[in-house]
């Protein structure tokens, strides 16, 4: 019987796309102003987990136009 391992996938950074919701204290790792929440516009905020070496380090927030505007560095944000 012959043995057959699989590796496990390398963890990669991703993207993506939320609502900012009431309450939020982020900052944007861009422009390092305040995602804020506001009632009367949707306003929509890009979350990335950042990998290093296949692991986790950190969690990132980004406006969704500085995200955008900057390339998307993690990749296109999903929804």
């Known amino acids: 019987m012959s043995k057959t ?5 390398v963890r990669q950074s991703r993207a993506v796309l939320r609502r900012v919701e009431a309450g939020s204290s982020s900052v944007c790792g861009i422009c390092e102003e305040p995602v804020k929440f506001a009632a009367k516009t949707q306003r929509s905020q890009v979350i990335a987990n950042v990998y290093t070496d296949g692991k986790w380090t950190r969690v990132e927030h980004f406006h969704a136009e500085c995200y955008a505007d900057n390339g998307e560095i993690y990749g296109p944000a999903t929804t």
Not at 5 to 9: G, I, R, Y
Request: proline fraction near 20%.
């Open 5 to 9: 391992t699989t590796k496990a996938p």
